[in-house]
T-cell receptor
Framework: QQPVQSPQAVILREGEDAVINCSSSKALYSVHWYRQKHGEAPVFLMILLKGGEQKGHEKISASFNEKKQQSSLYLTASQLSYSGTYFCGTERLSSGSARQLTFGSGTQLTVLP | DGGITQSPKYLFRKEGQNVTLSCEQNLNHDAMYWYRQDPGQGLRLIYYSQIVNDFQKGDIAEGYSVSREKKESFPLTVTSAQKNPTAFYLC?????????????FGEGSWLTVV
């Protein structure tokens, strides 16, 4: 089942912050975050595993609330290069050995000068 | 350089024709995947393979076929049974390690039916 992302679109000015949320109705093993520029392949940002994690990557960080089956991606002091579509991908606990990654519909982020 | 190579980048298909998209990886990854992306939408899983000579259907396998005869290669055939094949196709691969199952994508192939 596809995870739900919100918001669908965000427009920011350079230097502003943004939060993108991802939620699932199923128990999750992990949450993955990717950024995609138009017509290009998605680029891996980070993965968060069950057990409740928080990770950071310069000014981009994320958290995973295992109990709520929710993850949030935090973009701090956004730069023009942050523009793109952000996808969360989820691996369910019930997948067993078949590690399927199911993606949300994406959040389009636009950073203006 | 290690990576995932997809070809062709752009492909046009006439209705009723089968076409095959190539995907090769030299990352020594065990698992490979095919995703389809329609404009403005997310990625949907077509097929995936955990090991050589084994593959499973994803959410939208109808009208597609795959093979996994070598670890490095996972070609996707779009058959004439796929009624709306125009889309962006992404191949990916992954390998389990202590950090989890990180998936890496190829550059994608654009398929247009004319």
């Amino acid at each position: 089942q596809q995870p739900v992302q919100s918001p669908q679109a965000v427009i920011l000015r350079e230097g502003e912050d943004a939060v993108i949320n991802c939620s699932s109705s199923k128990a999750l093993y992990s949450v993955h975050w990717y950024r995609q520029k138009h017509g290009e392949a998605p680029v891996f940002l980070m993965i968060l595993l069950k057990g409740g994690e928080q990770k950071g990557h310069e000014k981009i960080s994320a958290s995973f609330n295992e109990k709520k089956q929710q993850s949030s991606l935090y973009l701090t002091a956004s730069q023009l290069s942050y523009s793109g579509t952000y996808f969360c991908g989820t691996e369910r606990l019930s997948s067993g050995s078949a590690r399927q990654l199911t993606f949300g519909s994406g959040t389009q982020l636009t950073v203006l000068p | 350089d290690g990576g995932i190579t997809q070809s062709p980048k752009y492909l046009f298909r006439k209705e009723g024709q089968n076409v095959t998209l190539s995907c090769e990886q030299n990352l020594n990854h065990d698992a490979m995947y095919w995703y389809r992306q329609d404009p403005g939408q997310g990625l949907r899983l077509i097929y995936y393979s955990q090991i050589v000579n084994d593959f499973q259907k994803g959410d939208i396998a109808e009208g597609y076929s795959v093979s996994r005869e070598k670890k490095e290669s996972f070609p996707l055939t779009v058959t004439s049974a796929q009624k709306n094949p125009t889309a962006f196709y992404l191949c990916a691969s992954s390998k389990w390690d202590i950090s989890g199952n990180t998936i890496y994508f190829g550059e994608g192939s654009w398929l247009t039916v004319v």
